[in-house]
């Protein structure tokens, strides 16, 4: 994760590190990860969006891996990555995210991000918004994760955005 491939558009050190942060606060399995996420990443006010589901505050960021209790190896790699604007506030990056469950099975899916920093002229800038797109069929399907279940507003339960 160290050589993130940053494009040739120059983007503040403490941006390069805040992301670097955000990856290896994710993909941690410490008995703090989430906190130091919520914390040390994110403004208090911060949000996380995973497709449709929104955890806001640092206390709900804190909670983001609800559901995931079979997920023992967290990975991303990044291919691309590419800045919008001047000041390095506005992050687009792509990737794969690979997942290993407590009972050996790995699976992984190609994801899209978008990070909106919040004082990017500061020594230690925040995260104000990261949204993430992925695919998490291949997870479902081997039971590396259980989909969300709600109740849609005609009552009929929705497991992972469709019906």
Same mark, same amino acid.
Request: net charge negative; proline share 7%; charged share 25%.
């Given at each position: 994760?160290?050589? =993130?491939?940053?494009?040739? $558009?120059?983007?503040? #050190?403490? &941006?390069?590190? =805040?992301?670097? !942060?955000?990856?290896? %606060?994710?993909? *941690? @399995?410490?008995? @703090?990860?989430?906190?130091?996420?919520? *914390?040390?990443?994110?403004?208090?006010?911060?949000?996380?969006?995973?497709?449709? +589901? &929104?955890?806001?505050?640092? #206390? *709900?960021?804190? $909670?983001? +891996?609800?559901?995931?209790?079979?997920?023992?190896?967290?990975? @991303?790699?990044? #291919?691309? /990555?590419?800045?919008?604007?001047?000041?390095?506030?506005?992050?687009?990056?792509?990737?794969?995210?690979?997942?290993?469950?407590?009972?050996?099975? /790995?699976? #992984? %899916?190609?994801? *899209?991000?978008?990070?909106?920093?919040?004082?990017? %002229? %500061?020594?230690?800038? !925040?995260? +104000?918004?990261? $949204?993430?797109?992925?695919?998490?069929?291949?997870?479902?399907? =081997?039971?590396? =994760? +259980?989909?969300?279940?709600?109740?849609?507003?005609?009552?009929?339960?929705?497991?992972?955005?469709?019906?």
């Amino acid at each position: 994760m160290e050589d =993130l491939p940053w494009p040739s $558009q120059p983007v503040p #050190e403490p &941006v390069k590190k =805040l992301i670097l !942060r955000f990856y290896t %606060s994710i993909d *941690s @399995h410490g008995p @703090h990860a989430s906190y130091k996420l919520a *914390s040390k990443v994110f403004t208090a006010d911060g949000e996380l969006i995973i497709n449709k +589901r &929104v955890w806001t505050g640092s #206390e *709900s960021i804190c $909670q983001w +891996r609800a559901g995931g209790d079979t997920v023992i190896m967290r990975s @991303h790699t990044i #291919e691309e /990555i590419l800045v919008c604007g001047d000041d390095g506030s506005n992050i687009f990056m792509s990737g794969t995210l690979r997942l290993g469950s407590d009972v050996g099975l /790995i699976a #992984e %899916s190609p994801f *899209s991000a978008k990070c909106l920093v919040d004082d990017t %002229s %500061s020594l230690t800038p !925040r995260v +104000r918004k990261w $949204q993430i797109w992925m695919d998490y069929t291949p997870f479902f399907d =081997l039971g590396i =994760l +259980r989909p969300p279940v709600s109740k849609m507003s005609d009552g009929v339960l929705d497991t992972i955005g469709g019906r």
